[in-house]
């Protein structure tokens, strides 16, 4: 799935990892069932974008982040990549649990 990428609280598009792999935190909203956006953002939180819940392939990523996520199934990690703009998030499967 992909969403746009933005800097956090400017609005100025930024690329921080360049053209490499890198882990993205996707959290749930609260609501049961999900609904809406997933946040998701990178380490030093250069970014964050919203991923629709709605769009082909994130009802895979919401069981899988219930089903092994860390706070209760509300959050996990996946690998993502920034194609211009955009961020594409690799859904297939999860990457390590992260201390941040």
Same mark, same amino acid.
């Given at each position: 799935?992909?969403? !746009?990428? $933005?800097?956090?609280?400017?609005?100025?598009?930024?690329? $921080?990892?360049? #053209?490499? %792999? @890198?882990?993205?935190?996707? +959290? &749930?909203?609260?609501? #049961?069932?999900?609904?809406? +956006?997933a946040l998701c953002y990178d380490e030093?939180?250069? @970014?964050?974008?919203?991923? =629709? &819940?709605?769009?082909?392939?994130?009802?895979?990523?919401v069981r899988m982040?219930?089903?092994?996520?860390?706070?209760?199934?509300? =959050?996990? $990690? @996946?690998?993502? =990549?920034? %194609?211009?703009? !955009? &961020?594409?998030? @690799?859904? #297939?499967?999860?990457?390590?649990?992260?201390?941040?």
């Open positions: 799935t992909t969403g !746009n990428v $933005y800097k956090r609280k400017t609005g100025v598009r930024t690329n $921080y990892h360049g #053209d490499k %792999e @890198f882990i993205v935190k996707v +959290q &749930l909203p609260m609501s #049961d069932p999900p609904v809406g +956006q030093p939180r250069s @970014f964050q974008c919203g991923l =629709k &819940l709605s769009v082909p392939g994130m009802a895979k990523a982040i219930q089903q092994a996520g860390i706070s209760g199934g509300l =959050k996990a $990690y @996946f690998y993502a =990549k920034r %194609e211009g703009t !955009n &961020l594409r998030v @690799f859904i #297939d499967k999860l990457a390590p649990a992260q201390l941040w």
